[in-house]
């Protein structure tokens, strides 16, 4: 008996959680909203009953049909077939998921590139949540903070714990918001600015002048180099700084002056 009542409290604490992301993402009736992974419809029928309309995008079948029969209550509602990662996505304002915790990376990365929206509320495994909104200087910082914190700004909404769910899954989950930045600073070019923070950042922990050091013997290139880049930088670098305490704009200017490197012919470039 006991499995069926916190069954039944699971449940009702889900849909809790599912009314309470779409309420702050302010759903209202001008928007034009997708769905990643709409399961069985918990969080797909809050925003249905809310948003001018709504794409969701399911890749197992059993669920799909499951959708479908959500779909019948709801004329504004569409159901696409396939991995959120490859489908074309619709022209949308706004992007609301409980994600499945295996694509965060690939999905979140493509909805910057690839989709122009408004604002994002997503659930995610809370370490991950951690990650993204995590500042200079704390352990949390890393290559996946400052690779989407690049993008946009990002902001921890609500904490949701895994006893809220049933199965209790094995990790507790945070819901975020996700805004696209439309001011700089951005680098002079992104692809050499996302280079360089893929080779230095697998070191946190290092210095920028070590991190950059292991960076150009990985490239093969002269090491010379690398304090020639702190040299331009010293404006705003010592060099001693841990990469961890490195704010978005220093790096950008790390990543413009390998532009400048690359465009007299010191380094060759990604
Ligand atoms: N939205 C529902 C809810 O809040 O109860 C279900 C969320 S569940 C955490 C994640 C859903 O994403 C599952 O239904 C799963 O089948 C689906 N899914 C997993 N990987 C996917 C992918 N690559 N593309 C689309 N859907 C996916």
């Given amino acids: 008996m006991q499995p069926k009542k916190k069954f039944g409290q699971s449940f009702l604490n889900s849909h809790m959680v599912a009314r309470e992301i779409v309420r702050l993402a302010d759903v209202s009736s001008q928007d034009r909203v997708l769905e990643i992974g709409g399961g069985l419809g918990m969080l797909t029928r809050w925003i249905a009953a809310e948003a001018r309309e709504i794409h969701v995008v399911e890749m197992d079948p059993g669920l799909v049909r499951a959708l479908h029969d959500v779909a019948r209550g709801f004329s504004n509602m569409h159901i696409i077939k396939g991995d ?3 489908v074309d996505i619709p022209h949308v304002n706004k992007v609301i998921a409980n994600l499945p915790y295996s694509i965060s990376s690939g999905i979140t990365f493509r909805l910057l590139r690839e989709v122009e929206f408004e604002i994002a509320v997503l659930m995610y495994q809370k370490e991950f949540a951690l990650r993204l909104v995590a500042e200079p200087g704390t352990s949390e910082y890393s290559r996946l903070s400052v690779n989407v914190q690049y993008y946009a700004q990002v902001e921890l909404l ?8 049933y199965p209790v899954p094995a990790v507790d989950s945070s819901v975020v918001k996700i805004t696209p930045r439309k001011d700089g600073p951005f680098a002079k070019n992104e692809s050499i600015f996302h280079w360089m923070i893929g080779g230095i950042y697998p070191y946190p922990n290092k210095n920028i002048r070590k991190a950059l050091r292991i960076w150009f013997r990985n490239l093969g290139l002269n090491l010379e180099l690398s304090q020639e880049v702190l040299k331009r930088a010293e404006e705003y670098l010592e060099g001693n700084e841990k990469l ?7 790096l950008i200017h790390v990543s413009d002056i390998l532009l400048e490197m690359i465009s007299e012919e010191l380094i060759v470039g990604p």
């Avoid at 609500?158 to 769910?165: C, G, N, P």
């Avoid at 961890?244 to 220093?250: F, G, I, M, Q, V």
């Fill in 84 to 86: 959120a990662l490859t």
């Fill in 158 to 165: 609500m904490d949701v714990s895994a006893d809220m769910f």
């Fill in 244 to 250: 961890r305490s490195l704010s978005l704009e220093k």
